[in-house]
């Protein structure tokens, strides 16, 4: 299952998701996708900075 599927699954359906996840296989994978959103959450974070300006994390002060 690739990023996109996996992150629809968990946004749309989570208690079914983290219930018919595996027990097993490691880390990889889950370490990777939680790799993959906050590179994606970075980039939407600066790039929301360089666009609005940092008070948009102070409140506006």
Do not use: H, N
């Not at 599927?5 to 359906?13: A, G, K, L």
């Not at 994606?40 to 974070?45: D, H, Q, R, S």
């Amino acid at each position: 299952m690739g990023y996109i599927e996996t992150w629809r699954e968990v946004m749309q359906s989570p208690s079914d998701f983290y219930r018919d996840m595996p027990k097993t296989g490691g880390y990889i994978d889950p370490l990777t996708f939680a790799a993959i959103s906050f590179i994606i959450y970075a980039f939407l974070a600066a790039l929301l900075t360089v666009l609005f300006g940092p008070g948009m994390y102070m409140g506006w002060m």
